[in-house]
């Protein structure tokens, strides 16, 4: 039997079963929209025998779409409840037992996947999408790539380009793993209960080569953090404390590294921190 989707009233009524009512204060925006989870699936490019690892399942709406492609899911999920209830929707709605994978757990907590899943796809809500995609893509050098729904302004924070007004450090130590672009908007009429705020689907490929050792990227982060911490800050200045106490202690390994020491954190890629971290690690 093929996979079936949930309808907006199943949702609700599973809702009422669980006793979950959901929250706009914890993110907690269930999809009732069966053409959304579909586009969700589609745009990640999902295909049949592949093993996918989706965080934070709720009711099974995006698990199912998931499912109806012929792949196989790994759904973490921290709410007991919705992690015990999810396995009797799925055998319900035409999946195969051993197609459906629940790992009950904090998805910032994990350091293992059941399955290898080589392809992530989430709505995440906005408190801890940045964090989880971070610690995935740390911990699992096997996810290659993937699509996750988030609020705009998460989404556009992840894929903006140096220069721009909101590029920040989550846009620097995403790029670290690889690429990130805007993959399509979504409407808060898709929602229960209807978000005050727009979502965004953004879509990542890891580098098929790492950038570097968890030795460098650890380097890298902390010049990330530093930089961004005061932002429109000149580099000499803000990274004076991890660029050797002073200021011109900090401008002496940035023209080392070929980076101003005027410039600022908004204006440097990914690989301009790179290259400084270098320089550190070579002191």
């Known amino acids: 039997m ?8 199943e949702i609700r009524a599973l809702a009422a079963e669980l006793e979950v009512t959901p929250t706009k ?3 907690q925006n269930f999809v009732v929209d069966a053409n959304t989870v579909r586009k969700i699936v589609q745009v990640a490019g999902v295909r049949a025998g592949e093993r996918v690892v989706e965080v934070g399942p709720g009711l099974g709406s995006l698990t199912l779409a998931i499912l109806e492609t012929g792949a196989s899911v790994t759904a973490v999920e921290i709410d007991h409840r919705l992690a015990a ?8 709605h035409g999946v195969a037992p051993d197609a459906l994978t629940v790992v009950d757990a904090d998805a910032l907590r994990i350091r293992e996947l059941p399955g290898d899943p080589t392809v992530l796809v989430a709505n995440l809500p906005y ?7 971070l610690h995935f893509l740390e911990s699992f050098p096997y996810l290659e790539r993937g699509v996750v729904m988030v609020q705009a ?5 992840l894929a903006a380009p140096p220069g721009s007004k909101i590029y920040g ?5 995403a790029a670290w793993y690889g690429a990130w672009r805007l993959a399509g908007t979504v409407s808060r009429q898709v929602f ?3 978000p005050n705020v727009d979502s965004v689907l953004v879509a990542f490929r890891r580098d098929a080569t790492p950038r570097g050792s968890e030795q460098l990227r650890r380097r890298t982060f902390a010049l990330v953090d530093a930089a961004f911490q005061q932002r429109r800050k000149m580099l000499r200045q803000a990274l004076s404390g991890v660029l050797g106490g002073s200021a011109a202690a900090a401008s002496a390994q940035l023209e080392a590294a070929g980076v101003a020491a005027t410039a600022r ?3 440097l890629s990914v690989e301009d921190f790179v290259r400084i971290a270098e320089i550190v690690g070579s002191a």
């Open 265 to 267: 954190g908004e204006e």
């Open 127 to 133: 408190n801890v999408s940045v964090p989880v995609l």
């Open 25 to 27: 204060k914890l993110g």
């Open 192 to 194: 229960w209960p209807v």
């Open 2 to 9: 093929p996979v079936q989707l949930l309808g907006a009233g």
């Open 153 to 157: 302004e998460v989404g556009e924070r």
């Open 169 to 173: 450090a989550p846009s620097v130590k």
């Open 85 to 92: 209830r999810l396995p009797q929707t799925a055998a319900a």
